[in-house]
């Protein structure tokens, strides 16, 4: 099983990672060569394949680290201080939303993004995880408000795959990220009335 959040932090690859992202972003996947990815790592092509055996290899390592980097900022939103909603968009915000503003603005992000059928397995890994994170946050509010869930006929687990969900869905439908905030924001509240005593 691939684990998300433990992502080997080696600065040599972290550097190949981060100079792959930009040349990604400004050629696109299709054009981008192993030359421009070392020069843009500051290293020799033999150097390069020493880490990684190819540019899908190379693809895959960026989105692991992004999807790292996504549960981490989630999961320090969630801890963090403030009304159980505004955690939570901030946790939405920060792990998901701003994450694809680089992506998006970039002309070859939707290339980046249709290739996503290729990382189904790390996809399916960070949101299994994102929803534990969520779903730890849900039942910590419900508890912290005296409220159960069970009672009302809902989960934790449901009500963060729910956000998920509406989100995904909110996705295909809305592209600007100030819109995406609202609607995201608007889920948020709904859960949040559904952690309110009464």
């Known amino acids: 099983m691939i684990e998300i959040e433990d992502i080997a932090t080696d600065p040599k690859r972290v550097r190949i990672l981060d100079g792959a992202m930009k040349v990604f972003l400004a ?3 299709a054009r981008t060569t192993m030359d421009d990815i070392a020069r ?8 390069l394949y020493l880490q990684f055996k190819n540019k899908t290899d190379i693809y895959r390592a960026i989105a692991l680290m992004l999807l790292s980097r996504s549960l981490e900022q989630a999961k320090t939103a969630l801890a963090g201080e ?3 909603a505004e955690r939570m968009m901030r946790a939405i915000d920060e792990a998901l939303i701003s994450m694809m503003r680089t992506v998006h603005a970039s002309p070859h992000g939707a290339e980046l993004l249709d290739m996503k059928s290729s990382l189904a397995d790390l996809v399916g890994c960070w949101r299994g995880r994102l929803v534990e994170h969520i779903a730890k946050a849900v039942q910590s509010e419900a508890a912290r408000n005296g409220v159960d869930l069970a009672a009302k006929g809902l989960s934790a687990r449901l009500l963060a795959d729910m956000l998920l969900d509406g989100l995904e869905g909110m996705k295909t439908r809305i592209s600007h990220p100030d819109e995406q905030r609202q609607a995201a924001a608007a889920l948020i509240k709904v859960i949040d009335l559904a952690l309110k005593a009464g």
């Not at 500051?42 to 150097?47: I, N, T, V």
């Open 27 to 29: 050629y696109g996947y």
């Open 40 to 47: 843009a790592a500051d290293m020799s092509r033999p150097a």
């Open 82 to 84: 403030g009304p159980f």
